[in-house]
């Protein structure tokens, strides 16, 4: 989503992280999130405007489905590989003071101008903002309406912030370790320890759901609206390890070619994605929250096929890359504003056909938040946010 000419995701190192890579094939490695960034942000927006529905429409349910759990919602946890995996390399060279001086301002100020603009375009365009009048209602609307970005996509901000802290912890903790085996294997032993904690919150969730109603209290209440909660940041913690380990392998040489070893770990992280995607279709009733483990495995797989390319990017994937912030960012004054509060907006083409009005609505938000960028990118003081 980030692209490498936007703050947000750092401008990296081109220097050499291996001693059998050269600069510009690294340079080749880094440019392959391209591929990721411009396809999960259209995605984003195709998620947010319906787009999925309309095979639907044509009656192949499934299929809509699948496009919905597996290919929309993998699209923020690519992005926080992408840039987990940046800001360690970034980290590496820099040390704290890329996270204190840089990284972590960089966020904040993401955060506070993207949920203030929305907040404000809801008031301008309704007269009203739901979520502001909910989450000023009580300390515990207020810290949901902050850690939810203000009920909205936004939320992205906050846990990257939130996941971003716990990163710079780990790469403090792994400056007292020497042995790049070590660092591997406590990585290994958070990532098993995060993949439970998600693991069971998705089953208490999952619980909680078919007892609505029925009275809790103290711990089994606070850990079962803790699990039901779409926006817990708590859902990103294995991504804070798998992109360590990532870059750890990365800078031993590992990814350098698709060995036998490598085959093994893909075709692994393959099995644990279908196995889990399995699971959570039979078993799990909310395919759409981010507390799946099928989301993890299969993130950290494209991580890796993206690192394992060296082909060079067409321009025009380059561009969407470039922009792909910015089509997050304004996407959902379209998809959560625009559209939310003027429904009949596209009457007149809806009468012609559903399916155009969703095309219609795909387009208009998709080239807009393009084109938006652009602008934002010419005036000195918004181009900081895009």
């Known amino acids: 989503m980030f692209p490498m000419t936007v703050p947000l ?3 990296f190192s081109q220097q050499n992280q291996t001693q059998e890579c050269s600069p510009k094939t690294n340079k080749l490695r ?7 960034r411009a396809i999960f942000s259209v995605a984003i927006v195709a998620d947010h405007v319906a787009l999925f529905d309309l095979v639907t429409i044509l009656g192949i349910t499934t299929f809509s489905d699948i496009l919905y759990a597996n290919v929309s919602c993998i699209a923020v946890p690519v992005f926080f590989q992408i840039s987990l995996f940046l800001f360690y390399i970034k980290s590496e060279s820099l040390g704290f003071q890329y996270f204190a001086q840089k990284r972590f301002p960089k966020l904040i100020s993401l955060y506070l101008f993207w949920v203030t603009s929305k907040v404000v375009f809801d008031l301008l365009l309704s007269g009203e ?4 009048t909910v989450g000023t209602s009580s300390f515990r609307k207020f810290i949901e309406f902050a850690v939810s970005g203000g009920n909205s996509p936004f939320y992205f901000f906050f846990a990257l912030i939130f996941i971003t802290v716990l990163a710079e912890v780990l790469v403090f903790l792994f400056r007292k370790v020497e042995s790049i085996s070590e660092k591997l294997k406590v ?29 809790e209290a103290g711990v089994s209440s606070f850990i079962s609206s803790l699990a039901l909660w779409d926006y817990n ?8 390890f798998t992109a360590a380990i990532a870059v750890q392998e990365f800078n031993l040489g590992k990814l350098n070619q698709l060995n ?17 995607s399995t699971f959570e279709w039979i078993v799990l009733d909310d395919l759409l929250q981010h507390k799946r483990l099928s989301l993890v495995f299969g993130s950290w797989l494209l991580l ?16 969407i890359s470039s922009c792909s912030l910015g089509i997050y960012a304004f996407h959902v004054f379209f998809t959560s504003g625009l559209f939310l509060y003027n429904p009949k907006l596209l009457s007149a083409i809806a009468q ?26 010419r005036i000195r003081i918004l181009r900081y946010f895009v």
């Open 352 to 377: 012609i056909s559903p399916q155009v009005e969703v095309l219609t609505k795909f387009l208009i938000t998709l080239v807009s938040s393009i084109i938006l960028t652009c602008l934002f990118r």
């Open 187 to 215: 990585a290994y032993f958070l990532l098993v320890c995060s993949c439970i904690l998600i693991f069971y919150l998705s089953i208490v969730g999952l619980l909680a759901g078919r007892a609505a109603g029925q009275p």
């Open 260 to 276: 036998r070893a490598l085959k093994t770990k893909l075709g692994i992280l393959l099995c644990l994605f279908l196995m889990f």
């Open 9 to 11: 995701i750092s401008q």
């Open 30 to 36: 880094f440019e392959s999130f391209d591929y990721l």
């Open 233 to 240: 940041p708590l859902n990103f913690l294995p991504y804070i």
């Open 304 to 319: 890796y096929l993206a690192l394992l390319s060296t082909q060079k990017v067409p321009a025009i994937v380059k561009f």
């Open 129 to 132: 903002s739901e979520a502001l």
